[in-house]
């Protein structure tokens, strides 16, 4: 990444970021059932079925196990983005690294520096646990080349290849 990216941005008054706990995972579960939604809207195809009781259920229990991990931009008590990940190991990657697998910013923030700071969060916590990368999913183009562009100005670069999935019984 580049040396840009680890500059902390500045927050609005009265915003902050801290690590996910299970407590939060009803807040976590409604910004990412937000964020698919968003997903879906703009692209006009339900890939996603999220149910936000469901998914408050499991995001509690992966945090719990230490398998889900999230840094959520909080203003008080209302949530106003997070970072979803989970870590990895792979050679390519020559060892641990970490996968952002949700990004999300409730709309009303956008463009007010809490992705950049959850970015600046997640570079941070990459350096502290010794992961060599972060990778994340980005939403398909064109519909969401804002989403690329604000990655590539926090240091992330395209990689290559496209997200694929199998899932059983399909």
């Not at 196990?65 to 959520?72: D, K, S």
């Not at 390519?92 to 949700?102: K, P, S």
Request: charged fraction near 20%.
């Amino acid at each position: 990444m580049s040396p840009a990216a680890a500059v902390p941005p500045s927050l609005p008054a009265g915003v902050g970021i801290r690590a996910a706990e299970p407590q939060d995972a009803q807040a976590i579960a409604q910004m990412a059932c937000a964020l698919t939604d968003e997903i879906s809207q703009r692209l006009g195809v339900q890939h996603f079925a999220l149910e936000p009781a469901r998914s408050a259920t499991l995001c509690a229990g992966l945090l719990a196990a230490g398998r889900y991990g999230a840094l959520v931009a909080w203003r008080g008590r209302e949530p106003l983005g997070f970072a979803g990940f989970s870590e990895s190991v792979a050679l390519y990657a020559e060892g641990a690294f970490a996968t952002i697998q949700e990004f999300y910013v409730h709309p009303d923030w956008r463009s007010r520096g809490i992705g950049a700071a959850l970015i600046a969060a997640a570079t941070r916590l990459a350096q502290e646990r010794g992961w060599t990368r972060l990778e994340l999913c980005t939403p398909p183009l064109p519909q969401f080349q804002r989403s690329l562009d604000f990655y590539a100005r926090e240091g992330f670069e395209v990689t290559g290849g496209r997200k694929m999935k199998w899932v059983p019984g399909s």
